[in-house]
């Protein structure tokens, strides 16, 4: 079976007091029984927070939680951090100014963003600067410097979406990773 996550990204590239506003939300998850308080090796990352019951609760699908999977569990990003859609490319990246697919001039502009943490790309067609998240990515991307990687869970509810967002207090970007 090929591992899977789902990234929950602040749309914010760099978003202020990360590392609290990290420990507010695993506390938050631990409260409601989704992951377990002891760190272990349950990600394909570095170390993260394994499924925990209350977790059926929060995902639409609670029959096909992988329980018995030893990768199931939360990790937690305070770095900037690209959120891929794993195996697959970007197919497209749209301007929001000029709808220009500016795809072939991405990674020049996310190398930069990657070495400078300037969270803004110029588009080399029109010339219009926008944040990072501005653009339209498919499949979807994420670009922070905090984030919530979920590995083999099963889709989340729109109602935690939408606390989530209210925990972080921004619109999140939801991010499917296979590899």
Known sequence: ???????????????PQREK???????WLSLIG???TDVSDCTLGKMGYAVAEGAKKIVEFPEE????????????????HIFTSGEKELSTVICPTCKGDIREYFDTQVHLWESTNNFNICCPLCGAIHPIHAF???PIWGFSNLGFKFWNWTDF?????EEFEQKL???VR????HL
């Open 169 to 171: 207090g921004c619109d």
């Open 34 to 36: 989704a992951i377990k």
């Open 157 to 161: 509810t729109y109602q935690f979406i």
């Open 65 to 80: 939680l992988p329980f018995d999977l030893p990768i199931c569990g939360l990790e937690v990003f305070t770095e900037s």
């Open 136 to 138: 339209h990515y498919e």
């Open 1 to 15: 079976m090929a591992n899977y996550s789902i990234s929950i990204v602040p749309m914010i590239e760099n978003y």
């Open 21 to 27: 506003k990290a420990e507010e939300i695993l506390l």
């Open 174 to 177: 939801v991010v499917y990773e």
